[in-house]
């Protein structure tokens, strides 16, 4: 299971995450659909830890994934 809770990602003034919380069950697949500038990119690159968040957490199977 993915946990993503309260995600936030801010680039100084600007807001690219605000407060993003969902779950991912095991055996689901889910889309990831948006517009541009929407927050999908940094959403991805911050649960693979290509990023660090400003706030919130990612858990993947109850554990951790967010290690900086």
Known sequence: MIEV???T?????????????FT???GQI????????????TTMNIMTG??????GQVLINGQSAIIF
């Open 30 to 41: 889910y889309g990831f659909l948006g517009p541009n500038g929407a927050g999908k990119s």
């Open 9 to 21: 990602k801010k680039y100084g003034p600007n807001t690219a995450v605000d407060q993003l919380s």
């Open 50 to 55: 290509y990023i660090a968040p400003t706030s």
């Open 5 to 7: 809770k309260n995600l």
């Open 24 to 26: 991912v069950e095991k």
